[in-house]
């Protein structure tokens, strides 16, 4: 049986089983339940259900013969027409759709977290991103002097899922410290954990905070002290796409 073939069914709203036995039945032409549970190695119980299912949705027809019922698989074109009426019939409802996502994309969650679990939290959340983290950030390191905050263990989670991912981390940052940052970056070029910087010389900001955005809709808002981390993580769409737009806009205009 040719997995990728099974794997492509799979991805048009087939389950494995309907994609082997659909791909058995194409395989005999029109043959008996019983004929295409041998030869799928399924049992005759379990491919018969399948084999109705597959009817109900148009993948396969029947015919009668003798008082035996014969199944035979659409056509690889013809199966293609369906699937794309099912797109354009999907494509149609869009707005119905919309119109009950709209009621709740406004809407957010929100946590936070204090002291120890601040920031051992935040990087948590963020290794579940499926897409490159963007932030802007302001604060000194002396955060790593306090091992009862700073998440050593945490932190290489984070860089190692990036790293299995494939993830980039783009941050911008006020230009106060430009040595210390040059040397982190040289410092990023020998790791395989991939880090851009945008360093602002005009950019000098006292708080020490950073924002992080990332997948699918969250904000990270960290406060910084030497003995208490703060962290708000909002989860809002809105947010998360107008501080997205802000960043992308000031790195454009800045990398030029």
């Not at 659409?74 to 709209?102: C, G, H």
Request: with cysteine; proline share 3%; hydrophobic share 40%.
């Amino acid at each position: 049986m040719n997995e990728d073939l099974i794997l492509t069914l799979q991805n048009y709203w087939f389950s494995e089983k309907e994609a082997k036995i659909y791909l058995t039945a194409l395989s005999l032409g029109a043959a008996p339940a019983s004929s295409i549970a041998r030869n799928a190695n399924e049992s005759r119980t379990t491919v018969y259900s399948v084999l109705w299912d597959l009817v109900k949705k148009w993948y396969c027809t029947t015919v009668i013969r003798e008082n035996v019922t014969y199944f035979s698989a659409v056509s690889p074109e013809m199966l293609v027409k369906i699937q794309e009426q099912k797109y354009k019939t999907l494509q149609e409802k869009l707005p119905e759709f919309m119109a009950i996502w709209s009621m709740f994309w406004w809407l957010w969650k929100i946590k936070t977290f204090e002291w120890k679990n601040a920031l051992k939290n935040m990087f948590l959340e963020l290794s579940k991103t499926e897409v490159d983290v963007k932030f802007f950030q302001w604060w000194d390191m002396s955060l790593k002097n306090n091992p009862d905050c700073y998440p050593e263990e945490e932190l290489k989670y984070y860089r190692d899922e990036k790293i299995r991912k494939w993830i980039t981390t783009y941050r911008i940052l006020s230009d106060r410290d430009r040595m210390s940052q040059k040397i982190e970056h040289i410092k990023d070029l020998e790791q395989k954990h991939k880090r851009e910087t945008l360093l602002l010389p005009e950019l000098s900001l006292k708080s020490k905070i950073s924002i992080h955005m990332f997948w699918p809709n969250k904000v990270a808002i960290c406060f910084f002290n030497d003995t208490y981390p703060y962290v708000i993580i909002v989860e809002n769409t809105h947010i998360y796409e107008y501080l997205t737009s802000i960043f992308d806009y000031i790195w454009k205009q800045n990398n030029k």
